[in-house]
């Protein structure tokens, strides 16, 4: 029963370029988060979605950030036209259906953001 | 002041002793988790405590939950050298759809 994967692991963008991170979530999972790292800080929520639904983006960026969760295949949390303040940890959480986050939300190992 | 900040942001202790650190809140909450964070990882969920409860023993871990002071602690015994890493508190939003995270505290036992 693997857990959450997240590829991948490491990403190295020069300023401009697109950035593309993929999230699996656990088997049976239907509720995806993704939430960004900064150096010596805790996690800070960006996105949460379900199959084909975004439903809290409060926590993401107006620009150049965006999210997907599609019927088939993993999650996807794209960001455009890189900065190095992009430059972090990217961690996708995934929990089963019926109450969202109520419960424990299992965390994949993370994508780090490398913007030279 | 975010929700969930954890206290101390940093902690140092010899393997074989405890380490006890503090996480406050604002908000009301249906319940607090604490992870772990070992360094360049991902997190490992460590404990769930409900709103309703006030402690909660799993292993060697030892969570508690004051709701009137919106507070909630986690104490590790006799530690040993492979607990070395930071450790976060965790409260789900008013919609119970997204975590807020604190500081974390950095956890070093030194063998």
């Known amino acids: 029963n693997a857990g959450v994967m997240q590829n991948p692991r490491h990403l190295v963008r020069r300023r401009g370029q697109e950035a593309r991170l993929r999230c699996s979530p656990m088997?049976?999972?239907?509720?995806v988060y993704w939430y960004r790292q900064l150096p010596e800080e805790g996690l800070k929520f960006m996105v949460y979605?379900?199959?084909?639904?975004?439903?809290?983006e409060s926590g993401m960026p107006k620009e150049r950030f965006s999210a997907e969760f599609p019927k088939e295949g993993p999650s996807i949390l794209r960001i455009q036209q890189v900065v190095r303040g992009d430059s972090a940890a990217y961690f996708c959480?995934?929990?089963?259906?019926?109450?969202?986050?109520?419960?424990?939300?299992?965390f994949g190992p993370g994508t780090r953001l490398t913007v030279l | 002041s975010q929700q969930g900040e954890e206290d101390p942001q940093a902690l140092s202790i010899q393997e074989g002793e405890n380490a006890t650190m503090n996480c406050s809140y604002k908000?009301?909450?249906?319940?607090l988790q604490w992870y772990r964070q070992n360094s360049g990882r991902g997190l490992v969920h460590l404990i769930l405590i409900r709103s309703n409860e006030r402690e909660k023993h799993s292993g060697r871990l030892r969570v508690t939950l004051d709701t009137s002071k919106k507070s909630s602690s986690l104490l590790i015994t006799a530690s040993r050298a492979a607990d070395t890493a930071s450790y976060f508190c965790?409260?789900?939003?008013?919609?119970?759809?997204?975590?807020?995270f604190g500081g974390g505290t950095r956890v070093l036992v030194k063998p």
């Open positions: 965790a409260t789900p939003g008013a919609a119970g759809n997204k975590l807020t």
């Open positions: 088997k049976g999972h239907s509720h």
């Open positions: 979605l379900q199959k084909e639904n975004i439903i809290d």
């Open positions: 908000t009301s909450i249906n319940n």
């Open positions: 959480a995934s929990s089963p259906p019926g109450r969202g986050s109520t419960d424990t939300q299992y």
